[in-house]
């Protein structure tokens, strides 16, 4: 089945620095790659996502590119704020783990300093 | 709020006892997931339902575990005989028809075995 693997497991920043998290999947049929924002006791919440059709997708602050040849997917976050601080959870669906459920990586805790 | 609602946020059980969870997904979502997080982990999936049929389960739902959602709406996840192992975050996301795009999670239900 499908693996996801995200590096680093922590971030420290400085206020303004950019931020940019990776995570690299197994299944080339994967076509879905959401990432979640969560909050120290919160709930997961969408941020930005993906489709294997685009290279790349922009919000804001807030950027998400994807390799289809090399199965990776980055997070890229610009003039963070110390409000960015939280666990970063990359995702991937499709292929052959199935369409409807996600499989999640590790999670990277960015740490936003003032 | 119109979210994803989940009851209790937090369960203290006995190791042995049973205990249920249950999940109020957003009124217009047909298909409805449960996770499981534990801590420093990313979310792994157990079950998904679209409407009242349970269309997919994990490996990671042993026997003791049962999901239902009667009449396609609500959910409840149900553990038998728990185990210490058994505790984590459980969390519920619902989404629309079109697939796994946009899902909105629940704030969870802590278990803790003791």
């Known amino acids: 089945g499908e693996n996801v693997e995200q590096h680093p497991s922590t971030l420290s920043v400085q206020e303004g620095d950019s931020a940019v998290i990776k995570c690299t999947y197994s299944?080339?049929?994967?076509?879905?790659f959401p990432w979640y924002k969560q909050e120290l006791g919160k709930r997961p919440q969408l941020i930005i996502d993906i489709r294997s059709n685009v290279g790349e997708k922009k919000d804001q602050r807030i950027a998400v590119t994807l390799n289809k040849t090399a199965k990776h997917f980055s997070l890229h976050i610009t003039e963070t704020q110390p409000e960015d601080s939280a666990v970063y959870f990359c995702a991937a669906s499709g292929g052959n783990t199935g369409f409807q459920k996600l499989v999640f990586g590790t999670g990277t805790r960015l740490l936003v300093s003032p | 709020d119109t979210g994803v609602s989940q009851d209790p946020r937090h369960k203290i059980t006995k190791r042995g006892q049973n205990v249920t969870f249950r999940c109020d997904p957003i009124s217009e979502h047909n298909r409805l997931y449960w996770y499981r997080q534990t801590l420093g982990q990313g979310p792994e999936f157990l079950t998904y339902?679209?409407?009242?049929?349970?269309?997919?389960k994990s490996r990671l739902l042993s026997d003791r575990f049962s999901a239902e959602r009667p009449k396609g709406s609500f959910s409840t996840l149900e553990i038998q005989r728990t185990e210490q192992g058994d505790s984590a975050m459980y969390l519920c996301?619902?989404?629309?028809?079109?697939?796994?795009?946009?899902?909105?999670f629940g704030s969870g239900t802590r278990l803790t075995v003791v």
């Open positions: 299944d080339s049929a994967s076509n879905y």
């Open positions: 996301a619902s989404t629309l028809p079109q697939g796994p795009y946009g899902y909105t």
């Open positions: 339902f679209q409407n009242e049929a349970q269309l997919e």
